[in-house]
């Protein structure tokens, strides 16, 4: 089966436009994770979904970003007025892991966003 | 805190020497503990990971080890090659929400 997609791969914007980065997990991976890395920088988490609990939003920068997960797959992070610090590439997860046992979470290909 | 802590930051080793990268925790709810490797331009790859009820996993050229009680665990890797040069990151399952170190750069020098 086909691994965590991610798309775009890449994305060129203007300052102070909206983007969607769009991720699509393992089918039955009931965690799904977004991080941010910034070049030569480590994983910063933004934000954590685990099946339909309310999701974990404790690393979302500013509220300028958001994220949703329909129907417990797909997930879109969007990012509103773009500036350039948002320069980064986005990385998606997902996983079975729940929050009292953990198992392998598997990384999509990024997204790298530019901010021009 | 949800904060884990890895050092170094870079790590710099002759081929066939012993790296190891040691991380630290804060929330002792933490009970997993997975390690991914990072090549130039790639994505993160699990290379081994620990569970909270395990005190050392070996596979091959890499181990980790976990202290519970003194909340840290490590990564070691004995004879190492050029291809395992990459950045290294430690991670821990804190209540569900996976938290990553910030990483170790290893150049692993012929």
């Known amino acids: 089966g086909a691994g965590v997609s991610q798309s775009p791969s890449n994305k060129v914007t203007e300052k102070g436009k909206d983007v969607e980065l769009r991720c699509d997990p393992i089918s039955g991976h009931t965690a799904l994770y977004w991080y941010r890395q910034s070049l030569g920088q480590g994983l910063e988490f933004l934000i954590y979904?685990?099946?339909?609990?309310?999701?974990?939003k404790s690393g979302l920068p500013s509220d300028r970003f958001s994220a949703e997960r329909t129907g417990g797959s797909v997930s879109t992070l969007t990012i509103q007025r773009t500036q350039q610090e948002d320069s980064a590439v986005y990385l998606c997860?997902?996983?079975?892991?729940?929050?009292?046992?953990?198992?392998?979470?598997?990384f999509g290909q990024g997204t790298r966003l530019t901010v021009v | 805190g949800e904060n884990v802590e890895q050092h170094p930051s870079t790590l710099s080793v002759q081929e066939g020497d012993s790296a190891v990268i040691k991380c630290t925790y804060s929330d002792s709810a933490s009970n997993y503990f997975p390690w991914y490797k990072q090549e130039l331009g790639k994505r993160p790859q699990l290379i081994i990971d620990i569970r909270s009820n395990v005190g050392e996993k070996k596979d091959q050229r890499i181990a980790v080890t976990l202290n519970k009680t003194a909340k840290h665990f490590s990564l070691h890797i004995t004879e190492t090659q050029p291809e395992d040069s990459a950045v290294y990151f430690c991670a821990a399952l804190q209540r569900g929400k996976l938290q990553f170190g910030a990483g170790t750069q290893v150049v692993v020098t012929p």
């Open positions: 979904f685990q099946g339909n609990s309310a999701p974990d």
């Open positions: 997860a997902s996983s079975l892991i729940r929050w009292d046992q953990g198992t392998e979470a598997f």
